[in-house]
């Protein structure tokens, strides 16, 4: 708060001349004179003491420019002193002049006194120098403390400062005298409230080849350019100056520039792409998904892109903002990364047909994971556009490496000691260059090539007047060395927060516990001090510590300025008052948003705070729950990060072993599913040994299942079988029904894949039985949907073997039943496998039906937004409408193009070969020889890396029937006996697999 005090001078000598009365009359006017000048400002007027006036600016009532409108006012008050001066001259036989000090600080207001009596006023050290402070200054003068001198002389004009001796301070008082408001206000932010402006130096390189990277990018070559440097080394700085350099040429004309900055508290997953999206399509924080929807919709419309683009990007937009509203359910995880990426991908194409697209990523190294993958995969599906996408990072992250797009790596490395000295110089500008040669070596020295660095040391010589401007130029008023400039960077930055006013500091130190951005009203809701925080926040911008990006959940967010200024705060801080805060920041979340956030960006922030507080096991399990989250759009590096820290959190707590056995389950299930196989392996089996011990038999039998589909895909079916087999017999008879169905059901899938259908049909047979039992005597009442699952792929497994062993019809029956169940029980991805499979029997059986099962499969693949199964079934539709001669060169060559297209969107090799199967059947029935030649080769490149029989005998025998035609036997034969040994090798019939590829 800013404290005035205004005196008359000679008001002593004045009143024991005068009559009282006229005294008291010339009070009166004085009094109002100055409480207009005071109001005028939004002021409070304390109290009147003879001929001095008390005022507080931000109590009761704050404003983000307080020590600013005190000025004010004091300059007011001289004005109309000076009026009053002469209207009372005569009357009083003498000029009267008043002397005014203003000071700025921590004070404690209140209410003083009984209910009754009560009366607001504030007390501290900081109105009792005040007080000294006006007794010190001339008549007709305003002497303003250093403290209120450095938050206002941005925008108003001081003689050089001078120390006073002031009557109970131990040390001289640094004042200063105000002159008045300057003609061209300065910015009250960092250097430039010194007027100085820090230039780029030493980036002459590092700058042409951004440069460079531009004008490659231009001429329709994608490029992704790294800025890699140690904190304060000018990453920011450079990709400033990059973008003047862009503007000043006017090469930025037309070029749509995103920008992201990533939290140090991590992003969600796709963080940072939402974060661009969220910038072009204009979507604020708190709008829900249906306002989300209309402006990507309004916004598609701007660009031009028809109404089928919004399909594509739709069901996955939750996704990308990172909300649970509207989500498909059972979207399979990795068909789910498939479409995000085709989503993204096609927003930026829309784009960039209107012109180049220049993104600017900074602090890449706290980049959620699959944002980083999202975004390796844009620029190298768009390789051939104008995109340019440039990141910064610090060197412990190394740089997303592209596969087709151009890369290229800029490392900061530190500048020289002679840059370093001629940035000193080209930061001052006019400067006694003799005297400034021991500045630049004493900056040189202690900076170690780091240009923040620099403006640290510059800020803190300035601030302490070791430098002080002198007109147009900049003189050093003594030696460098005599000012205690810290060490290390740390240092230098601690320093700065220790000089800052008591509440303001707090309040940065409470913001540090929020994070690298934060929102006001999160902060409010933590902060100590009691009564607004806006006071400190504008001290805290005013100081260079925090900055305003734009709107959060409710109220205004902010960002620390530097990511050093809030480790250094954060680090500063006592482990016991870490914890205190992060427990009242989950406190303050949990009120704000529940217990079940839809935002994993909240559920993330949930389990960093309690996860640092006592309550470790709420913080593991909000963890937890973040992981599942990620685990579900397939942001497994994020979701593996989630689970790990949720066990180091976990670590030493008591009776927490359930817990831990959860999430190094989970965590081992992400490790199968990124190919860290023996790490999965050795987790799964130490979970299983502690649940034999504890008797958990179910869950053991679990822990069997999982361990033999790891087997299963290592190629190891023996003992992928073995492991099946164990998990029932810890079951035994009695056991869990649900778990004992999926490990029937399991062994059903292994028996099917290597063509052994009657097994595949015994198996599918005991699982449907156990979940009927299941079904009957609920063991597990939460679980009928599981039930339901596998009770569906049961029937599906048990029709496809039907249908390999000549009995399509009851094959058709338990697809449909399987269909039937899946659409009941809200399974609908489910309901599109049957459908496929469906749609493949009835081919042969009745075209027409076929027809439409697929297209009621793809209405339903459409409504769940799974591009993959809409491919598989557009494929099946081409087979249908090839069935049917009057339809099939039309209706059936677009069906399987459609699919193609998608599968190559998608980047779905493993079923792309399906759709060019049916292709080159359908072109080399028309007698398009050279089109199903190119169709089946492309084909059979994929089924030999699969080596898959469906698809494998198709390809071989498509391939033998067109050179027979060519004439080109010795070949034909080639193939023909490739053919027979896929049938041979798989134990299934050619009729079998000519009839009826492709089903799963």
């Known amino acids: 708060m800013s404290v005035l005090f205004g005196d008359l001078s000679g008001f002593t000598t004045l009143s024991e001349r005068l009559d009282p009365e006229e005294v008291r009359a010339f009070q009166n006017a004085l009094f109002e004179s100055l409480s207009q000048a005071i109001t005028r400002y939004d002021g409070f007027v304390a109290k009147f003491l003879g001929d001095a006036v008390l005022a507080f600016f931000g109590a009761p009532v704050a404003h983000e420019d307080d020590p600013a409108r005190a000025l004010h006012a004091a300059l007011d008050m001289l004005a109309r002193g000076a009026v009053l001066s002469e209207q009372w001259r005569t009357r009083l036989g003498q000029p009267v002049t008043l002397h005014i000090a203003v000071h700025t600080g921590p004070v404690v207001a209140g209410s003083l006194g009984d ?178 929807r209309q402006k990507l919709a309004a916004g598609l419309r701007s660009l031009g892109a028809p109404a089928e683009v919004a399909g594509v990007i739709v069901p996955v937009l939750s996704y990308l903002l990172a909300v649970e509203e509207g989500r498909p359910r059972d979207f399979d995880p990795e068909q789910l990364r498939r479409q995000i990426v085709l989503a993204a991908c096609t927003l930026v194409e829309r784009r960039l047909e209107h012109g180049p697209v220049l993104m600017l990523v900074e602090d890449l190294h706290w980049a959620d994971a699959a944002s980083v993958e999202l975004l390796r995969d844009i620029v190298d599906q768009l390789a051939e556009r104008p995109l340019m996408m440039l990141i910064s990072h610090r060197p412990d992250a190394p740089p997303p490496l592209v596969n087709r797009a151009s890369q290229s790596i800029i490392r900061l490395a530190p500048l020289s000691s002679d840059e370093i000295q001629a940035l000193v110089i080209r930061l001052f500008g006019q400067i006694d260059e003799a005297a400034f040669a021991s500045v630049q070596h004493f900056v040189a020295t202690r900076a170690g090539g780091n240009p923040l660095f620099v403006e640290e040391i510059v800020r803190s010589l300035v601030s302490t007047g070791v430098l002080v401007r002198r007109g147009d130029r900049w003189t050093c008023t003594r030696a460098c060395d005599e000012v205690n400039i810290p060490p290390t960077l740390h240092g230098l930055l601690l320093s700065r927060v220790d000089r800052l006013p008591a509440h303001a500091r707090r309040l940065l130190q409470e913001a540090a516990v929020l994070g690298m951005t934060f929102d006001e009203a999160l902060l409010d809701a933590i902060a100590t001090d009691e009564g607004s925080i806006t006071t400190a926040l504008d001290r805290l911008i005013e100081s260079d510590m925090i900055e305003e990006t734009g709107e959060g959940r409710e109220g205004k967010r902010y960002r620390f300025t530097h990511a050093l200024v809030h480790e250094v705060v954060y680090e500063n801080l006592l482990l016991s008052r870490r914890s205190e805060l992060h427990e009242r920041a989950g406190r303050a979340l949990e009120r704000a948003v529940g217990r079940h956030p839809s935002r994993l960006s909240d559920l993330e922030a949930l389990g960093h705070h309690w996860s640092l507080t006592p309550d470790k096991l709420k913080g593991a399990r909000y963890l937890m729950e973040a992981g599942d989250r990620a685990r579900a759009v397939y942001a497994n590096d994020d979701a593996i990060r989630h689970y790990e820290r949720a066990l180091r959190t976990l670590a030493g707590c008591q009776a927490c072993e359930d817990l831990v056995r959860t999430v190094r389950e989970r965590l081992a299930d992400l490790w199968a599913l990124t190919g860290r196989r023996a790490e999965a392996l050795a987790h799964y089996e130490a979970v299983r040994q502690e649940l034999e011990a504890a008797g958990d038999r179910e869950s053991a039998a679990r822990l069997h299942r999982k361990t033999g589909g790891l087997h299963w895909e290592a190629g190891d079916r023996e003992h992928a079988a073995a492991c099946f087999a164990a998990g029932l017999e810890q079951l035994g008879e009695d056991g869990s029904p649900i778990e004992r169905a999926q490990l029937f059901q399991e062994l059903g899938r292994l028996a099917f894949r290597v063509g052994d259908n009657a097994g595949a049909i015994a198996w599918a047979e005991r699982a449907l039985a156990e979940a009927a039992r299941e079904e009957e005597t609920p063991t597990h009442p939460g679980r009928a949907r599981e039930t339901a699952a596998t009770r569906v792929q049961a029937y599906n497994t048990l029709g496809v073997a039907l249908a390999r062993t000549g009995w399509p019809i009851d094959a058709v029956n338990k697809i449909e039943q399987s269909i039937r169940l899946a659409e009941t029980h809200d399974l609908l991805q489910a309901a599109c496998r049957g459908y496929a499979n469906l749609a493949v029997l009835y081919s042969s059986l009745d075209p027409r039906r076929s027809i439409e099962t697929c297209l009621r499969g793809i209405e339903t693949a459409k409504k769940v937004g799974d591009l993959g199964f809409q491919s598989r079934l557009y494929a099946n539709l081409a087979v249908a409408y090839c069935a049917l001669t009057d339809r099939c060169e039309a209706e059936g060559i677009e069906a399987a193009q459609l699919a193609i297209n998608l599968d190559r969107k998608l980047g779905l090799l493993d079923h792309l070969a399906v759709p060019l199967i049916v292709l080159g059947q359908i072109y080399q029935c028309h007698g398009d020889r050279a089109l199903a030649l190119a169709a089946y080769e492309e084909a059979l490149s994929l089924a030999e890396r699969a080596g898959d029989p469906q698809l494998l005998f198709p390809c071989y025998d498509g391939l033998a029937t067109l050179n027979l035609d060519a004439g080109n036997t010795a070949m034909a034969e080639v193939y023909l006996a490739k053919s027979q040994e896929v049938c041979e090798r798989a134990g299934i019939e050619p009729d079998a697999l000519i009839i009826l590829p492709f089903l799963s």
């Open 115 to 292: 209910a009754a009596s009560a009366a607001y006023d504030v007390t501290g050290d900081t109105v009792n120098t005040a007080s000294r402070l006006v007794g010190a200054a001339a008549p007709g003068t305003i002497l303003v403390s250093d403290a209120t001198h450095a938050l206002t002389r941005h925008r108003f004009a001081f003689q050089p400062a001078s120390q006073l001796a002031l009557r109970g301070k131990a040390m001289p008082m640094v004042v200063h005298r105000l002159v008045g408001t300057l003609a061209e206000p300065q910015s009250a932010r960092g250097l430039a409230a010194h007027g100085l402006a820090s230039p780029l130096v030493g980036r002459t390189e590092e700058l042409e080849q951004l440069l460079g990277a531009y004008d490659r990018m231009q001429r329709g070559r994608a490029q992704v350019v790294s800025l890699m440097g140690e904190a304060g080394t000018g990453k920011s700085r450079l990709i400033t100056e990059f973008l003047r350099r862009l503007e000043g040429d006017g090469r930025l004309a037309g070029t749509a520039i995103r920008k992201a900055d990533c939290s140090s508290l991590g992003e969600p997953p796709y963080g940072v792409f939402a974060a661009l999206f969220r910038e072009a399509y204009r979507l604020d924080p708190g709008d829900s998904l249906d306002v989300a």
